[in-house]
């Protein structure tokens, strides 16, 4: 009994009746009649979609950084990456893998700039990075407009003004991870590449976690006067996790686009923090301390709950409540990490 | 010579803008006369809603992100009053009547919450505003007219239950602006509303001078200290929590009468971020605000918004650039006004550090 | 607390709710159907005249009524007054003022039936839309107060 | 006692915090004009005392006390701090806590504001009503008047120097109706010489208005000069009490440090320091150190290899700030040299680096990472400065933590300093003071250290956690001839584990004694007295009998734990 009122107390309540929801939604498709292997095959889609965007969160988290709120940085350097390829003309996988590698540069820099802002209004990291990812995505707006983009598919056709606010990656690299190695589940399609991609970051940043400098970081976020005694550079360590997170950021927002099919430029990154920070925070993160378990469990039971709760709810109450439940479960989420008594609170 | 520079940087954002503004408002080609009458109408619109966010900054909460909160209620109260068919500057007061116990308890509830998150109030309040706009939703979406009776179905959706994404507020539409009429050469002067804007800012300078408006600021100052000399620091907190959101409640109700329609469920969205980067344009800061800066805010962010798109369209020939310009200003000058304030702060803990050094000060 | 501020504050409040029932009571908008159909009351038969010019608090509407017609007017309040003349005989006038129940939305004011002098509470009837509207569409017009 | 009534007495007052008793039978009288000095070391219970006076809430929290406070005759048992206000007791805290945008008098009457009438106070409470500002300033001005000092009421607390702020707060005090008796703890701590001068005369002022004043202090000299009477206080008992006239600093110096004790076995622990001519270690030149409270102004001394160096000293005169300051853990300047070579300041790498490491008097916010596990704390400093407990992979490119190295690492310190835990991965925060302080040993052990610091090693821990620290200090300096630097403010430690003793007074070196000097020399520097006039014999006589009345029973109660963290 003590055994399981601890356990309780570890997972935490709020995780607990999520879990608990997920898993009556999963057990009432079967009686609504919504398919229950479509339903899974959707949800691994999601999640192998968002993943990677949760995942950049641990970084800054693990460091001190609080929940990167402005992770749009991220998912702007990963859309200047997307159009710079396409505006290049790659195709297929060198397409994919070159917006990769353009977003990756794109993120070191703005994840260097916007670590070194960080570092210096310690304590405010998290309503600072809210409104600088805001303003960044309006600025990006404005150059959205009036870079020197050329490739027909991105610019408006009729004499409009400079890019689209959607471009569709069909024909360039939609669904290269979602079909590599897929297979028929019940009829319905599993994105291996998608999982395996997310698998497979995950497992760097597991490796990272465990290198000297990983320790380095998880230290400087746990107590950074204990680790500026022992010798670390504090605000070495801040901006490298910034820098990282940011460049996750980049490489998730690609990951997504693919699976997508869209890449979504002008507002569309503004409020993309928000569900992965939620998601995280579901998986039982604190503002201080996160883990690849929360990363992974975050995930799952967030889109889990996005994908199911319209199903079910359509099938049973004919009633589309899903947006709904969907602002009140993330923002109850974040909101409860918020209030909730950390232990260090640096 | 040192004063003026401590002038211009002092008041550096509102220089900033003034200049702005003046490149723009000739770039624009819009007619001053035109200006002109829109920022009256402005200021009688959006001042109020400002000068909601005063007290939360004098008790040291910062900007009152969970502002929404009572914009919510003054849209629950103007729906229920468009329901019953209250028209007219009765139907307002009644919406008022009706926001105030809502937004009571939503304070109550948004100063608890941030009473939790102590040195986060803000980003607290910013994520409680979006929690309560889902809690908003299933009211206004689902209950309205299923839980709730509504009696004129012109309110609901078609389904039969929700209220309509707009509501038309044309019987209470623009009586403030129209109550008393007054035209000075040629403009429109919105007498009642700027009544109110005057009544709610002796509110404010009388409530400083209470009792309630020390402990206010003793708080604010230093919670430590002023909990030690005996002020109930949390319910005091609360307190202006709970007559921010009164007030929000009231300044949105004269905000969307002015408009003559509510947007179901955005109307209170925007309203946080507009009138918090309306206030720091005005010259505010996260630890000190006047009226003087809701209203000098009010007169230049307004002019901003409408030069900017009309500017953008002359200089560069984009009218979304103006638009995007505009958005940009509002997320910047919030996260300027924050960065300011963080590296204030570092620098006062580095002072205070210094003090405690002691009374000499020999040391090489 | 003590007993002598709840009492006050428990009068505030009774005060507030009381205000709020005034600002109700005076503020609940109603929206009146001028009808000049006959209407037949105790056996009786009341006629409109051919044409009248009709004002409702003080605001005149824009045209004359003929026999048969029906026109809608948004007015708030409970007490109103209504003037009806001869549009042949300016000095043909009738001013009545009558009260409308709080709760009665729409209200079919019949004209004939105060020209007529009939007892006032026939002035006015609760008007409850049938799906069949007896009045031409094409003849209602839409007054804002 | 031959004195005039009293109006406060203290009947047999005693506390014990989760069984560590820290107070035991203290009992005096403070009659009203009466100015009572009350001194002690940190940790001697003066704090406990006055908040057991004021009945703060962690005294009810923690179980109550025992005796009995009698005030104005009557036995009195507060509620809680305002209960003891409003019986007339005013306390001056050493912090300020006084609002600083506020001007003088809003401080004066901060939550005490005069206010108007209204009418809708009924509904709304009492704190609707307006300030009476005019009858504030009227009321301060005259509490400023009594006090007799030069404070403007308008002034912004924020603008004011240091000095005028604490004659804020004593203003605040007396400005109360009904205050009888105002405690002032260590009022002139952050003053400047003419400041203190001026608010000692103050203090005289205001007793000859009949207002009682107990008076803390560690500037000793003030308290000779200033006081009717002295009570002294040590590991939570009364020592003495006697009239301020006729006693000297040296002697209250004396009776507050303690008893003379040489046993036969310390000396013999100290054969290992002995004798040979080492080159020193570690030698610093006019060290100044910016650090909070724990100012360095001036600090020259050197270390031989091989020797354990003590340094002592009262709270707040800069002991504290050596190590922190020579670990680049606060800024500092001057000269520091390992083995004769300098070393660059400022970074707390370069020490780490050259084989220096701290244990830190700040075990939660510097020593430890609460959150992670034994093995992580203790390993952590070494992995990161020296590459221990790393193992290169893909050709050197990457070093990836070798977690079993570590396991087993922190399982060897385990058992060799008996930390008591569930096992390597346990939380630290979740382990007991004394054990929390192992594995700050254990860190710097991990280090292989040339030079140690340990700051405070046995602050706040139990006796035999106490004893195992210093044992395992003499040990480790025995085997690897390790340099160690004791800092610490109980004497009796240090001149238990160490040769040399340097007292540490305002920032300075008062001096450097061997272990063997008199008990009363110490007490003469930590007092920063060296100058002042011959002995008190009587007094000295005393104190010799005191502190062999008392040996017997240092040894079963421990010094106060709690009380310790008093600054």
């Not at chain 1, 641990?58 to 990963?78: E, K, T």
């Not at chain 2, 206004?140 to 078609?158: Q, T, W």
């Not at chain 2, 009388?206 to 005996?230: C, E, I, L, P, S």
């Not at chain 4, 060290?287 to 724990?294: N, T, Y």
Request: with cysteine; net charge neutral.
């Amino acid at each position: 009994m003590g055994h399981i009122k601890r356990f309780a107390a570890d997972f935490g309540l709020p995780r607990m009746i999520i879990a608990v929801y997920l898993l009556g939604l999963f057990l009432m498709a079967p009686m609504t009649g919504v398919s229950f292997s479509g339903a899974l095959s959707d949800v691994f889609t999601r999640i192998g979609m968002n993943g990677i965007l949760v995942l950049a969160l641990v970084p800054m988290i693990q460091s001190g950084c609080g929940l990167n709120f402005g992770l749009s940085l991220g998912v702007i350097a990963g859309l200047l990456g997307a159009t710079v390829s396409i505006e290049m003309g790659y195709v297929g996988v060198w397409g994919f893998v070159f917006a990769i590698l353009a977003s990756q540069a794109f993120g070191a820099i703005f994840g260097f700039g916007y670590g070194v802002l960080l570092n210096r209004v310690k304590g405010g990291e998290m309503m600072i990075a809210t409104y600088v990812g805001f303003s960044s995505v309006m600025i990006m707006s404005i150059a959205w407009l009036a870079l020197p983009f050329k490739s027909p598919v991105m610019i408006w056709g009729y004499g409009g003004e400079g890019l689209r606010t959607t471009i569709s990656v069909e024909g360039f690299w939609r669904h290269i991870l979602n079909d590599f190695l897929s297979f028929q589940l019940a009829g319905h399609k599993f994105p291996t590449g998608a999982i395996l991609f997310f698998l497979l970051v995950s497992l760097v940043i597991w490796a990272f976690f465990h290198l000297k400098i990983g320790t380095a970081m998880t230290a400087v976020g746990s107590n950074p006067i204990y680790a500026r005694a022992s010798g670390i550079d504090i605000n070495k360590m801040r901006i490298i996790s910034v820098v990282i997170s940011t460049m996750l950021g980049a490489m998730g927002i690609i990951v997504y686009q693919q699976s997508f099919g869209f890449i979504q430029l002008y507002d569309g990154p503004l409020y993309m923090a928000f569900p992965a920070v939620a998601a995280i925070l579901i998986g039982g993160a604190g503002v201080n301390k996160a883990s690849l378990t929360n990363v992974f469990l975050g995930v799952v039971l967030y889109q889990g709950i996005l994908t199911m709760t319209p199903l079910i709810f359509n099938a049973v109450l004919k009633l589309d409540m899903s947006d709904v439940i969907r602002i009140i479960v993330s923002n109850g989420m974040i909101l409860y990490a918020l209030t909730r008594k950390t232990k260090v609170l640096k | 010579m040192k004063r003026l520079r401590l002038f211009f940087i002092e008041n550096a954002v509102v220089i900033l803008f003034v200049i702005l503004i003046s490149i723009a408002i000739p770039a624009s080609g819009l007619p001053g006369k035109f200006l002109l009458q829109e920022i009256l109408t402005r200021l009688g619109r959006s001042s109020f809603l400002v000068i909601a966010l005063l007290l939360p900054i004098m008790a040291g909460m910062g900007l009152n992100f969970g502002m929404v909160l009572g914009a919510m209620a003054g849209q629950i109260g103007l729906i229920f009053v468009m329901d019953w068919k209250i028209v007219g500057i009765p139907g307002l007061l009644l919406a008022m009547l009706i926001s105030l116990p809502i937004s009571i308890l939503l304070g109550w509830l948004c100063g608890s919450i941030m009473n939790r998150a102590k040195g986060r109030e803000m980003v607290t309040g910013f994520i409680l505003g979006f929690f309560m706009n889902g809690v908003y939703m299933m009211f206004a979406l689902y209950a309205m007219g299923s839980l709730i009776p509504v009696m004129n179905p012109e309110l609901l959706l078609s389904r039969g239950y929700g209220i309509r994404n707009v509501v038309d507020l044309a019987s209470v539409r623009q009586t403030l602006e129209t109550f008393i009429p007054l035209k000075v050469a040629g403009l429109n002067i919105p007498v009642l509303s700027y009544l109110f804007i005057a009544a709610v800012s002796a509110f404010i300078v009388w409530f400083r001078k209470t009792k309630f408006g020390q402990d206010m600021r003793a708080v604010g100052q230093n919670r430590a200290v002023a909990g030690a000399a005996g002020i109930a620091v949390d319910r005091t907190r609360i307190i202006a929590v709970i007559i921010s959101t009164v007030l929000a409640g009231f300044g949105q109700i004269i905000f969307l009468q002015n408009l003559g329609t509510i947007n179901t469920t955005n109307s209170h969205e925007q309203i946080g971020l507009f009138s918090i980067a309306t206030l720091l344009i005005g010259g505010a800061s996260v630890t000190e605000a006047s009226i003087c800066n809701a209203l000098i805010g009010v007169i230049l962010f307004h002019l901003l918004f409408l030069v900017a798109p009309m500017a953008g369209k002359n200089l560069i020939g984009s009218a979304m650039l103006g638009e995007y310009f505009r958005q940009f200003v509002s997320y910047g000058v919030i996260a300027l006004a924050l960065v300011l304030y963080e590296w204030k702060r570092v620098a006062q803990d580095e002072n205070s550090r210094a003090r405690l050094r002691g009374g000499r000060t020999d040391v090489p | 607390m003590t007993l002598r501020s709840l009492i006050q504050r428990t009068g505030v409040v009774l005060g507030l709710l009381v205000l709020a029932a005034c600002l109700f009571y005076i503020g609940k908008g109603h929206t009146l159907l001028l009808d000049t159909n006959t209407i037949t009351i105790d056996g009786k038969e009341f006629r409109s005249l051919p044409s009248v010019t009709v004002s409702v608090d003080g605001k005149e509407l824009d045209f004359p009524m003929s026999r048969a017609e029906r026109v809608m007017v948004d007015v708030s309040g409970p007490e109103h007054t209504i003037v009806i003349a001869d549009e042949a005989d300016a000095e043909k006038k009738v001013e009545k003022n009558f009260t409308i129940p709080t709760f009665m939305d729409r209200v079919l004011v019949s004209i004939p039936a105060i020209l007529g002098s009939a007892p006032a509470e026939y002035w006015i009837a609760p008007f409850t839309p049938d799906p069949v509207d007896h009045a031409p569409a094409e003849k209602m017009q839409y007054y804002k107060e | 006692m031959d004195r005039i009534k009293a109006i406060l007495s203290l009947r047999g007052i005693g506390k014990r915090f989760y069984g560590n008793r820290v107070l035991s039978d203290v009992s005096f009288d403070v009659a009203a004009g009466q100015i009572l000095g009350l001194v002690g070391e940190n940790g001697a219970g003066k704090s406990t005392l006055m908040k057991i006076l004021f009945s703060m809430p962690e005294i009810h929290e923690t179980g109550g006390y025992e005796g009995s406070i009698l005030w104005n005759d009557r036995e009195v048992r507060f509620k809680g701090p305002s209960d003891a206000l409003e019986a007339g007791i005013g306390m001056v805290h050493q912090e300020f806590s006084l609002i600083p945008g506020f001007s003088t008098t809003e401080n004066i009457f901060l939550n005490r504001e005069s206010l108007h009438k209204s009418v809708m106070t009924d509904i709304f409470g009492s704190r609707i009503r307006a300030l009476d500002r005019e009858n504030m300033t009227k009321l301060s001005q005259r509490a400023i008047d009594k006090l007799g000092v030069p404070l403007d009421p308008g002034m912004l607390v924020k603008e004011m120097p240091v000095g005028h702020k604490q004659f804020t707060e004593i203003v605040r005090e007396i400005s109360r109706d009904k205050v009888k008796l105002i405690v002032l703890d260590e009022p002139t701590a952050v003053l400047t010489e003419s400041e203190a001068e001026v608010l000692l005369s103050s203090l005289r002022l205001l007793a000859a208005e009949g207002i009682a004043i107990i008076f803390i202090s560690h500037r000793l000299r003030e308290v000779v000069e200033l006081c009717d009477w002295v009570v002294v206080l040590r590991d939570g008992k009364k020592v003495e009490e006697f009239p301020a006239r006729g006693s000297s600093v040296k002697t209250i110096a004396s009776l507050m440090v303690g008893r003379e004790v040489e046993t036969q076995e310390q000396a013999e622990t100290r054969v290992y320091a002995e004798g040979k001519e080492e080159p020193p270690a570690l030698s610093v030149e006019r060290l100044w150190v910016d650090m909070p409270g724990e100012t360095v102004r001036d600090v020259t001394f050197s270390v031989k290899k091989g020797e354990i160096f003590g340094i002592g000293g009262l709270a707040g005169q800069g002991k504290l700030g050596i190590p922190n300051g020579i670990m680049g853990l606060a800024p500092a300047g001057g000269t520091v040299a390992l083995h004769g070579k300098p070393m660059r300041l400022g970074s707390p790498r370069t020490p780490l680096e050259l084989g220096m490491a701290f244990v830190s008097e700040d075990r939660r916010d510097v020593g430890l990472l609460l959150d992670e596990g034994i093995d992580w704390n203790i390993t952590f400093s070494a992995m990161q400065v020296q590459n221990k407990f790393l193992k290169p992979i893909l050709g050197g490119l990457f070093q990836w933590r070798s977690d079993g190295e570590m396991f087993d690492f922190a399982n060897e310190y385990i058992r060799l300093l008996d930390i008591k835990c569930t096992g390597p991965r346990q939380r630290v925060g979740n382990l007991s003071g004394g054990n929390q302080q192992k594995v700050c040993l254990a860190k710097a052990f991990a280090l292989r250290p040339d030079v140690l610091f340990v700051s405070e090693p046995t602050r706040g821990i139990d006796v035999g956690a106490k004893f195992i620290v210093l044992e395992t200090l003499k040990k480790y300096n025995s085997e690897y001839g390790t340099t160690i630097v004791i800092i610490s403010s109980e004497l009796e430690e240090l001149r238990s584990v160490c040769r040399r003793i340097a007292v540490v007074y305002e920032g300075r070196i008062e001096g450097i004694l061997p272990h063997t000097a008199p008990l009363s020399e110490f007490g003469i520097l930590m007092a920063g007295a060296k100058d002042e006039g011959p002995k008190d014999e009587s007094l000295e006589e005393n104190l010799r009998n005191e502190s062999l009345r008392n040996e017997s029973l240092k040894n079963e109660s421990p010094a106060a734990a709690v009380g310790r963290s008093e600054r």
